[in-house]
């Protein structure tokens, strides 16, 4: 993959996808490992820098599930969003407006573990979150 702007977190899919995000791009890329092509194609953000559902703001960690759904850490914006396969638009699983008491600070990394869980790296609060089905921790 040849890109003109910093790759600052990989994920590599079961399927052979390597996804990329592009902080000062302000997206999130994709593109297949199988074929001889090195071009690819973008699953999140728009490339300006923003907070609507559709923007991402110098985005850090990536984790892609098994349905591929991608969680980014949207480290400008203080949240996490969810852009499930095929969708542009985003939804925030974390961050300030699902309350103050979990409001993130700089969230630099996000991964789920086999239950599910989200684990958040919060940087700015020096602290990891755990989300799950039965809230915050």
Known sequence: MYMNSECISLFIHIDN???????NGHQVVKMSLNSNDSTFMTVAGTGCAGSTSDMLDQPFGIYVNINFD????????????????????GRTVA???LGKRFALNKPTSVILDADDNLFIV???????IRLGSDGFR
Not at 17 to 23: A, P, V
Not at 122 to 128: H, K, L, V
């Open 70 to 89: 991608l969680y980014v850490a949207d480290t400008g914006n203080n949240r996490v969003q969810l852009f499930y396969d095929g969708e542009m638009n």
């Open 122 to 128: 919060d940087s700015g609060n020096q602290r990891i």
């Open 17 to 23: 996808t390597l996804y990329c995000s592009i902080q």
């Open 95 to 97: 961050g300030e407006t």
